[in-house]
């Protein structure tokens, strides 16, 4: 599976999303590198000091019965996206923008994770960081998903 070395961030999204719409997930927002189709989520006002000064753009966020999915998808493993969806998580930082975009929806649970291409490399680092996410999604070049962790048990 070496072969998806070269695979580029836009086609792991758009992978990820017909395989969500396939399991009958419904796409809230989306975003590509560079691209400016995504939805912008603001620090909530007490921590525009912290870390995360700026706002944030998912990659998807995707809704199914009472459960919200917050992907953040890169080409290969990537540190700090671990790091961001961790203090997301933990600090809820970002939860007035998030539940403000998910209103229309009764959410009960927002759970966050990686997709990346599948490539050995890339898995085995990704998979020393499952710690700070609730799953890690793998596509490949024919567009086939596999899960490779979900704690939540949401797939």
């Not at 995360?52 to 919200?68: L, M, R, T």
Request: charged share 30%; with cysteine.
């Amino acid at each position: 599976m070496e072969r998806c070395l070269n695979m580029r961030e836009e086609r792991v999204t758009i992978n990820i999303i017909n395989w969500l719409e396939d399991n009958d997930w419904l796409i809230v927002c989306y975003d590509f590198p560079q691209s400016g189709t995504g939805v912008l989520l603001h620090p909530n006002g007490d921590n525009r000091i912290e870390k995360n000064k700026g706002g944030i753009i998912p990659d998807i966020i995707a809704v199914k019965d009472n459960i919200a999915l917050f992907f953040e998808n890169k080409d290969r493993f990537y540190q700090p996206d671990f790091d961001k969806l961790f203090e997301i998580k933990t600090k809820n930082n970002f939860s007035n923008s998030l539940n403000q975009l998910l209103s229309e929806f009764s959410i009960s649970k927002i759970v966050y994770g990686i997709g990346i291409p599948y490539v050995g490399k890339y898995l085995e680092k990704s998979k020393t960081q499952l710690d700070k996410v609730d799953f890690l999604i793998t596509t490949n070049e024919n567009k086939n998903v596999e899960i490779h962790y979900d704690i939540e048990k949401v797939f």
